[in-house]
């Protein structure tokens, strides 16, 4: 028997296969790692505002004062460029038709992914006599 030299169509086929597997998982890890990071972002200001709506729950409705005042949370600083506000409101009439003793809280917080301005807004209503008070 003679011994045969060089390489086969399947190995060829093989190799072209895993070279082309490698080139694409490596060009897509950077859009990966953005989006991973994108992500934690995204929570970090969700679990920030979350936090300041239950701070604002365990004040009693009198004490709530209808203002608009920074976020002092640390975390902030996690987040690139990052700036966080609480505003409380009184109920805005056409909610609250029956003159309830009800306080809108909205908190934002904004921050700065890839240059491009990121927000997390969320609103809730305390009103006198509910929860915690």
């Known amino acids: 028997m003679k011994s045969q030299k060089g390489t086969s169509l399947i190995e060829l086929l ?9 080139v694409f998982l490596i060009a ?16 970090l200001a969700r ?3 979350a936090k300041q709506i239950e ?13 608009t005042s920074n976020i002092s949370d640390s975390r902030l600083s ?21 003159s309830e003793h009800i306080k809108k809280i909205t908190v934002s917080v904004n921050w700065k992914d890839n240059n491009k301005q990121q927000a997390v807004t969320l609103d809730t209503f305390i009103g006198e006599g509910g929860i915690n008070q």
């Open 47 to 49: 679990e920030i505002a």
């Open 28 to 43: 897509n890890l950077p859009n990966a790692l953005s989006l991973v990071t994108k992500s934690k972002h995204l929570s």
């Open 78 to 98: 996690f987040l690139p460029s990052s700036t966080g506000t609480v505003t409380v409101a009184d109920c805005d009439p056409t909610i609250c038709i029956n």
């Open 55 to 67: 701070d604002k729950r365990a004040v009693s409705y009198v004490n709530l004062v209808s203002d």
């Open 14 to 22: 093989l190799v072209i296969i895993v070279i082309g597997s490698s």
